[in-house]
């Protein structure tokens, strides 16, 4: 099973600001199918990213993916009020698929 | 507009067997895989399978084989999610979700609102 570890566990931030959300595999993601999903409390996933860059659609720029390999990572180049929660990332190359931990982007 | 709409709220007790429902709309439900994930309170999401409704062909995690039952009903556009004896332990919010393709290695793309399962004495 491909573990994934996301960090930090914690990002508390301001409006504006950039965030910079990590995601490491335990072996190399096959052809870097890597997504990334944020969730709001009390509403469903919604997914941001997948192949590790590619916007899913609806999806601001300020969304960005980027990695290859084990080791990818989630811009927000400028956080918005509605962008604070829980964000996921997810390997869909290999079975079992599975989720990292999360990582929760506070209002500092 | 792509819809998955999953049925309510379930309370029940130790034993007791269950299935819930996850309705498409909106696209050609033979056509996409369709999946749950278990998110128990508090906690992260875990992937646990997938049906192709097409032909039914379905994968599970290894962590969920044998511990539930996905199911899907093509001509209603319909998927289940069942248990034959539920325990405390399985306790969560249960979501439905599309496959983003007809290929399997794809990310959930469109989402159900969630079924709280309950279970206690």
């Known amino acids: 099973e491909v573990v994934l570890t996301q960090s930090p566990g914690t990002l508390s931030l301001s409006p504006g600001e950039r965030a910079t959300l990590s995601c490491r595999a335990s072996?190399?993601?096959?052809?870097?199918?890597l997504a990334w999903y944020h969730q709001k409390p009390g509403q469903a996933p919604r997914l941001l990213i997948y192949?590790?860059?590619s916007r899913a659609t609806g999806i601001p720029d300020r969304f960005s993916g980027s990695g290859s390999g084990t080791d990818f990572t989630l811009t927000i180049s400028r956080l918005e009020p509605e962008d604070f929660a829980v964000y996921y990332c997810?390997?869909?190359?290999?079975?079992?698929?599975?989720f990292g931990q999360g990582t929760k982007v506070e209002v500092k | 507009e792509v819809q998955l709409v999953q049925s309510g709220a379930e309370v029940k007790k130790p034993g007791e067997s269950l299935k819930i429902s996850c309705k498409g709309s909106?696209?050609?439900?033979?056509?996409?895989?369709i999946g749950w994930v278990r998110q128990l309170p508090g906690k992260g999401l875990e992937w646990m399978g997938i049906?192709?409704?097409?032909?039914?062909?379905?994968r599970y995690s290894p962590s969920f084989q044998g511990q539930v039952t996905i199911s899907a009903d093509k001509s209603i556009s319909t998927a289940y999610l069942q248990w034959s004896s539920l325990k405390a332990s399985d306790t969560a919010m249960y979501y439905c979700?599309?496959?983003?393709?007809?290929?399997?290695?794809?990310?959930?793309?469109?989402w159900g609102q969630g079924t709280l399962v309950t279970v206690s004495p």
């Open positions: 979700a599309r496959l983003r393709s007809s290929v399997r290695n794809q990310p959930f793309d469109y």
């Open positions: 909106g696209y050609i439900f033979t056509t996409y895989w």
């Open positions: 049906i192709y409704p097409g032909d039914s062909d379905t």
């Open positions: 072996q190399s993601v096959s052809s870097s199918y």
């Open positions: 192949a590790a860059s």
């Open positions: 997810q390997q869909y190359g290999t079975s079992p698929r599975t």
